[in-house]
């Protein structure tokens, strides 16, 4: 993570508000979050049958992609820079060993617990620049060093082919917020050997549009067409191995 971004989560009452705020009940966090639980389980069940998976979720925050997993994988491990992130993990259920990474210097190392495995990365690489994000991914590359070792699972929340993307340059054609687009995230992914096997969107609005209840009816009606996850504002991406 940069700097400023990791120094947001070593305070407890930032954690908190992430927690309790930005993903209470029927928010547009929580909403996406809810479509991609049921993604997730989804593609684990399939891709892994009854050989469940260890899972690795690195920037694992306050365990939301562990909880999401529980019963589906046989260990869980997450791993954050933020003691306080992983606290809270703890305090709100999320069963998996936790590890404290360093922001900075060389590569962590997954723990040594078996193949297959799934490394999943949720809410990183917008926010972070492309060392942190090569860090991360070798990171995932070495978790997953062959196509049979398991899936990689990452998480966009800033699609810069969205309609999100009509309001990132407002104050004299500046941009005012992170994004990424399909092609950046597939060539992040393809420097460490992964390639995109899925894609799939979960929301088509931007968080402004949350509220009003035509905007949600009219998402769920554009997510169900043939290749709207392209102009979805928030994705994830499963990858595997070359």
């Not at 971004?5 to 909403?31: G, I, L, N």
């Not at 040594?112 to 994000?133: E, H, K, S, W, Y």
């Not at 998480?155 to 104050?171: D, F, T």
């Not at 941009?175 to 995109?196: P, Q, Y």
Request: proline share 5%; hydrophobic share 40%.
């Amino acid at each position: 993570m940069t700097a400023d971004y990791t120094k947001v989560f070593q305070d407890a009452d930032a954690v908190e508000k992430y927690e309790s705020v930005t993903y209470a009940p029927d928010t547009y966090a929580s909403r996406i979050n809810e479509r991609q639980q049921a993604y997730l389980r989804g593609l684990v069940t399939r891709e892994f049958g009854d050989r469940a998976p260890v899972q690795h979720d690195f920037a694992c925050g306050t365990g939301r992609a562990i909880r999401t997993l529980h019963g589906l994988v046989r260990a869980a491990h997450g791993y954050d820079t933020s003691a306080e992130m992983m606290a809270k993990a703890a305090e709100v259920g999320s069963v998996a060993e936790f590890h404290q990474v360093p922001a900075d210097g060389p590569v962590p190392e997954p723990v040594d617990a078996g193949l297959p495995a799934l490394v999943t990365m949720f809410r990183l690489l917008l926010n972070v620049d492309d060392a942190i994000r090569d860090r991360a991914l070798a990171f995932a590359a070495k978790a997953l060093p062959t196509p049979e070792s398991g899936l990689l699972v990452v998480e966009n929340h800033g699609n810069a082919s969205s309609v999100r993307h009509l309001r990132a340059r407002r104050h004299s054609g500046q941009r005012w917020f992170a994004e990424l687009s399909h092609e950046k995230v597939a060539e992040l992914l393809g420097r460490h050997g992964f390639e995109v096997v899925e894609r799939r969107g979960f929301s088509m609005l931007t968080q402004s549009l949350h509220a009003h209840p035509l905007a949600r009816a009219a998402d769920a009606a554009a997510r169900r067409l043939p290749g709207s996850d392209a102009y979805a504002v928030n994705v994830l991406y499963a990858a595997r191995r070359k």
